[in-house]
């Protein structure tokens, strides 16, 4: 077993509740229970020692792995070929009442043969909340149960075999199985964490309960694939990073999370290690308005009902009204620690949980709203009394205050700057309230929104553009540039082929991307207030490839697009970011890379499909 894979070795399964990341050697080494936002129970990926990890890998030396996920679903298929057989693991979790309130976490590892004879090595060596609880064994009502008992959450262990339950061997507070398997012969280990210690073990997973299981989470990734509307040229990376976005939402309040993972480091040793199980609002915006440019409407209604309660219930750190993230339950509270006890993915510290960046003021996220919400294809929604109130109400505050310098959307620690993208988003909001305003006939101070629209605007062209470097820069007191700026024409602020649009491309070109893969900002020359560089920013990358399009630019633009799909991992995932050496690097997987993938595919669609090419 490895200490540490590498970032982008890993597929995810998961419930809409929570999700885990499987290594290509059949290692759960990173999985939250009950939410994506718990403690975690397996954290090796952030400490191999301490961290805990559950494993089903087959007791031979040398055996080749193959990873793959069941075509258009979320069940992961993870290969070992060995001199002895062939064998997998076939690892999902039941979808079932993921948004009732008595869900219970369940996490279905089946392992079977398909030539020869393998044994099998099941491990199970859970730490409670990252590593810091202890917990207590204890051996089930029947062979093959193991109870693990920690501080806050209660996990059953079961392994059973063609012949039945298998013995678990204790090994201190930790459980371990062997099975020996021929061709045609399936086992099982399951997984079910309660949040409750007085729950009683599940029922024993026979083997019928278990092939229903499967079927209704096969049945259920397939219906929901279908629904898309994507038939375009790229519709197997599109429909991955669809379900990817789904996973990322959790089901009983319909928000999404940037990521499942926290800490994992955007350079190699480096402190820019953040905890990602959060929802932004900007990324959750723009993952719906994704989705629903594919043809998903229950996403974006969810979504909408979460975001109104956060304008209703006014409860932030900020005192704005509304801050950048929240827990998935919409508790605006995310204090950051350290875990100085663990050592983080190799060796990179510290470990963060929880995010201080909640309390940043960022005024673009209400552009981000805007953008999605004003682009339903039923809009209607939104135009309903409360609704249209709440969002009313927001563009009104907006009309008052948006002239402030504020952190801007890359959360940097330096200090607050009047940030041309924080401008542009503002002008957004503003621009889509006028339209939608008119177009539902709906009360509202339009001509102070449009007063404010034009304001906006005319601020932007004064003092976001930089006669001497002929482009748009990333705040009034600077001259560098900032991919964020790539949304300039998704958003409508400019033509795709405007002349100060294609200059500021360029000059984007020759400063930021490298061999098509693009950097969001340099963060040598436009201090952050943190030590190191980083990698390209696949969101941008992404942006830029779905920009080049729009310009027109469609050879440079598909090229660029193929390119960055290289940089997938074996499963079509992406982390935040690429390292020098074509590494991920970063929390995994990002929802917003598979957003910009997503929204560049669309692009180079249209832009091919108008080209007859």
């Keep these: 077993m490895r200490r540490y894979p590498p970032i982008a070795d890993h597929g995810i399964v998961g419930d809409l509740r929570t999700a885990a990341l499987v290594s290509s050697d059949g290692v759960i080494d990173w999985w939250c229970a009950p939410r994506f936002d718990s403690p975690s129970l397996f954290a090796a990926l952030l400490d191999h020692d301490r961290g805990g990890y559950f494993a089903v890998t087959p007791d031979a030396d040398g055996a080749t792995t193959r990873q793959l996920y069941l075509a258009d679903t979320a069940i992961l298929v993870t290969r070992f070929l060995t001199e002895q057989g062939v064998g997998e693991v076939v690892d999902f979790m039941p979808l079932g009442g993921a948004g009732a309130a008595d869900h219970r976490n369940r996490l279905i590892r089946v392992m079977r043969v398909t030539r020869g004879a393998l044994r099998f090595r099941v491990e199970c060596r859970p730490r409670f909340d990252y590593g810091r609880g202890t917990h207590r064994l204890d051996p089930g009502p029947e062979p093959g149960t193991a109870r693990?008992?920690?501080?806050?959450?209660?996990?059953?262990?079961?392994?059973?075999?063609?012949?039945?339950?298998?013995?678990?061997?204790?090994?201190?507070?930790?459980?371990?199985?062997?099975?020996?398997?021929?061709?045609?012969?399936?086992?099982?280990?399951?997984?079910?964490?309660?949040?409750?210690?007085?729950?009683?073990?599940?029922?024993?997973?026979?083997?019928?309960?278990?092939?229903?299981?499967?079927?209704?989470?096969?049945?259920?990734?397939?219906?929901?694939?279908?629904?898309?509307?994507?038939?375009?040229?790229?519709?197997?990376?599109?429909?991955?990073?669809?379900?990817?976005?789904?996973?990322?939402?959790?089901?009983?309040?319909?928000?999404?999370?940037?990521?499942?993972?926290?800490?994992?480091?955007?350079?190699?040793?480096?402190?820019?290690?953040?905890?990602?199980?959060?929802?932004?609002?900007?990324?959750?915006?723009?993952?719906?308005?994704?989705?629903?440019?594919?043809?998903?409407?229950?996403?974006?209604?969810?979504?909408?009902?979460?975001?109104?309660?956060?304008?209703?219930?006014?409860?932030?750190?900020?005192?704005?009204?509304?801050?950048?993230?929240?827990?998935?339950?919409?508790?605006?509270?995310?204090?950051?620690?350290?875990?100085?006890?663990?050592?983080?993915?190799?060796?990179?510290?510290?470990?963060?949980?929880?995010?201080?960046?909640?309390?940043?003021?960022?005024?673009?996220?209400?552009?981000?709203?805007?953008?999605?919400?004003?682009?339903?294809?039923?809009?209607?929604?939104?135009?309903?009394?409360?609704?249209?109130?709440?969002?009313?109400?927001?563009?009104?505050?907006?009309?008052?205050?948006?002239d402030r310098p504020?952190?801007?959307?890359?959360?940097?620690?330096?200090?607050?700057?009047?940030?041309?993208?924080?401008?542009?988003?503002?002008?957004?909001?503003?621009?889509?309230?006028?339209?939608?305003?008119?177009?539902?006939?709906?009360?509202?101070?339009?001509?102070?929104?449009?007063?404010?629209?034009?304001?906006?605007?005319?601020?932007?062209?004064?003092?976001?553009?930089?006669?001497?470097?002929?482009?748009?820069?990333?705040?009034?007191?600077?001259?560098?540039l900032d991919a964020s700026l790539l949304l300039m024409p998704v958003v409508g602020f400019l033509s795709p082929k405007d002349r100060r649009w294609l200059s500021t491309l360029d000059a984007m070109e020759a400063e930021l991307v490298s061999d098509s893969l693009v950097h969001r900002y340099d963060p040598l020359a436009s201090p952050d207030g943190l030590h190191g560089d980083e990698g390209t920013f696949s969101l941008c990358s992404f942006l830029y490839a779905g920009a080049l399009a729009r310009a027109g630019r469609t050879g440079m633009a598909r090229y660029a697009f193929d390119k960055m799909l290289t940089y997938a991992n074996h499963v079509g995932l992406f982390a935040e970011e690429i390292g020098p050496t074509g590494e991920q690097l970063g929390n995994f997987p990002q929802a917003f890379t598979h957003v910009a993938l997503i929204m560049a595919a669309l692009a180079l669609d249209e832009e091919l499909d108008r080209a007859g090419t």
């Excluded at 996990?155 to 459980?175: I, K, M, S, Y």
């Excluded at 102070?448 to 006669?467: H, K, L, N, Y």
């Design 406 to 480: 504020d952190e801007g959307i890359w959360e940097t620690r330096g200090g607050r700057r009047h940030f041309t993208f924080s401008r542009l988003m503002c002008w957004t909001a503003f621009d889509r309230g006028v339209r939608l305003a008119r177009e539902l006939a709906r009360p509202a101070d339009v001509a102070g929104w449009t007063a404010a629209r034009d304001a906006v605007f005319a601020q932007i062209m004064e003092r976001g553009w930089s006669p001497r470097r002929e482009a748009f820069v990333q705040h009034y007191d600077t001259d560098l």
């Design 148 to 402: 693990f008992t920690g501080p806050d959450a209660v996990a059953f262990l079961q392994v059973g075999g063609p012949a039945g339950p298998t013995a678990l061997r204790p090994e201190g507070q930790d459980a371990r199985a062997e099975l020996v398997l021929s061709q045609g012969e399936q086992a099982a280990a399951v997984l079910t964490v309660y949040t409750t210690d007085g729950a009683g073990p599940p029922p024993w997973p026979a083997e019928d309960e278990l092939r229903h299981a499967f079927r209704a989470t096969y049945d259920h990734w397939n219906r929901w694939v279908r629904r898309s509307h994507y038939r375009g040229r790229w519709q197997q990376m599109v429909n991955r990073s669809a379900i990817t976005l789904k996973l990322l939402t959790y089901a009983p309040t319909g928000a999404p999370v940037a990521a499942v993972t926290t800490g994992l480091p955007e350079r190699l040793g480096g402190e820019r290690n953040w905890d990602y199980r959060y929802t932004w609002v900007r990324d959750a915006a723009l993952s719906v308005k994704a989705l629903l440019d594919l043809g998903y409407e229950d996403e974006a209604d969810a979504f909408r009902r979460w975001l109104g309660a956060r304008v209703a219930g006014a409860v932030t750190v900020t005192g704005e009204p509304l801050q950048i993230m929240y827990r998935v339950d919409g508790d605006p509270h995310l204090r950051e620690e350290v875990l100085d006890h663990l050592e983080g993915y190799r060796c990179s510290a510290p470990v963060r949980v929880g995010n201080d960046a909640a309390g940043q003021l960022q005024l673009d996220i209400y552009g981000e709203v805007a953008f999605a919400l004003a682009h339903a294809r039923d809009a209607t929604q939104l135009a309903g009394y409360e609704g249209w109130n709440r969002f009313s109400a927001l563009l009104d505050w907006l009309a008052r205050t948006w």
